[in-house]
């Protein structure tokens, strides 16, 4: 039997089935977990943010390895009941009063609530060399790496912000305009007063060193400017192809950067039932910012089905069901668990 198999034995409907196992899914998983929430992960194991030498800004866990704080928040998330599996969701569909998921190898799950934290794609330049060394020395967030690569000879591709921000961090930087707009004449006066140099023509690949460490970048004109790192502005796309059954909306950055899930500030995404947290609908969220929200989703989602159970005893009670035996053994599983009373609690019950 499968893992998948495993976990709808009895066809059981869970309260929520998170899609994504990163932090904010992991935050989320966490947190309902806690309040007695049936929540599973189901997670594809392609992290973001896999090549990076550590996570930073984490608070008391300050350069952990992304994939040890991820490994850490599975055993936290299990350690209260919650269920974290390998897979991919490849659909999701309205079921009644909550979805059916579909995953990539033909599994059925069903769930109440949905927390997608699917994440994004990073849409690098194209610039022969640069996939190769994303995390390493290409980068883009000087909040993820700055201090890592302070002092060092630094250039940026085609992003005037993103020279500012690297001008913090050294005093040796380099924005290279490649195929980048034209500056006005205050940004041309601002990188002259910071002194930044500005190398015009079009970027057409890397130079590498015997050591593997990157040596510099190389224009159309064959010249080749030493560098030691490079940042890069790539396009942002979330995840998120697998809900268009359901009609959640994307939409772009206000700052340009990409495409993103239009949520409130709980993550709820406008469509009865499904949330949303972390890069799949902030683009810009660092690890911390994805944590917080999956906490903040997660607590909307618990209060929404805290909504929904309370309108159904209500709902029951007048039809004069309030006591009856499928209602009070529900009841005791909800809130007492291995203690709910019965002939199976008894010495010698089965």
Not at 88 to 98: E, F, L, N, W
Request: proline share 3%; aromatic share 4%.
């Amino acid at each position: 039997m499968s893992e998948f198999e495993l976990i709808r034995d009895g066809e059981q409907t869970w309260d929520v089935v998170v899609v994504g196992g990163g932090t904010a899914g992991l935050s989320g998983a966490l947190n309902l977990a806690r309040v007695r929430r049936s929540v599973l992960v189901i997670d594809k194991g392609e992290p973001r943010n896999a090549p990076a030498a550590g996570a930073h800004g984490v608070l008391g866990r300050e350069g952990i390895s992304p994939l040890e704080l991820l490994r850490l928040g599975r055993e936290e998330v299990a350690s209260y009941g919650g269920r974290v599996v390998s897979g991919q969701v490849t659909r999701i569909s309205r079921d009644g009063a909550g979805f059916r998921v579909v995953t990539e190898d033909g599994q059925h799950l069903r769930t109440r609530r949905v927390l997608v934290t699917t994440g994004l794609v990073d849409v690098l330049p194209d610039v022969p060399g640069l996939a190769e060394r994303w995390g390493r020395d290409v980068l883009h967030c000087v909040y993820c790496h700055g201090w890592e690569v302070r002092d060092k000879v630094i250039g940026v591709l085609g992003n005037f912000h993103q020279a500012l921000l690297f001008r913090q961090m050294s005093k040796d930087v380099t924005l290279f305009l490649h195929t980048a707009r034209e500056l006005t004449d205050e940004q041309w006066e601002q990188l002259a007063a910071l002194g930044v140099a500005v190398v015009d023509g079009e970027a057409t690949g890397l130079e590498v060193d015997s050591q593997d460490q990157l040596a510099g970048v190389r224009l159309a004109s064959g010249k080749v400017v030493p560098v030691q790192q490079l940042v890069v502005a790539p396009r942002f796309l979330a995840r998120g192809g697998f809900l268009r059954e359901l009609g959640v909306t994307m939409r772009e950055h206000p700052m340009g950067l990409g495409e993103q899930l239009q949520v409130d500030a709980s993550g709820f995404t406008g469509v009865q039932g499904v949330w949303a947290a972390g890069n799949v609908s902030d683009v810009l969220a660092g690890v911390p910012a994805a944590a917080a929200a999956g906490t903040t989703a997660a607590a909307a989602i618990h209060m929404d089905l805290l909504k929904a159970d309370a309108e159904a005893a209500a709902r029951a009670a007048k039809d004069g069901e309030v006591f009856s035996g499928a209602m009070e053994a529900e009841v005791s599983r909800r809130v007492l668990g291995s203690r709910a009373h019965g002939l199976g609690s008894l010495p010698g019950g089965n």
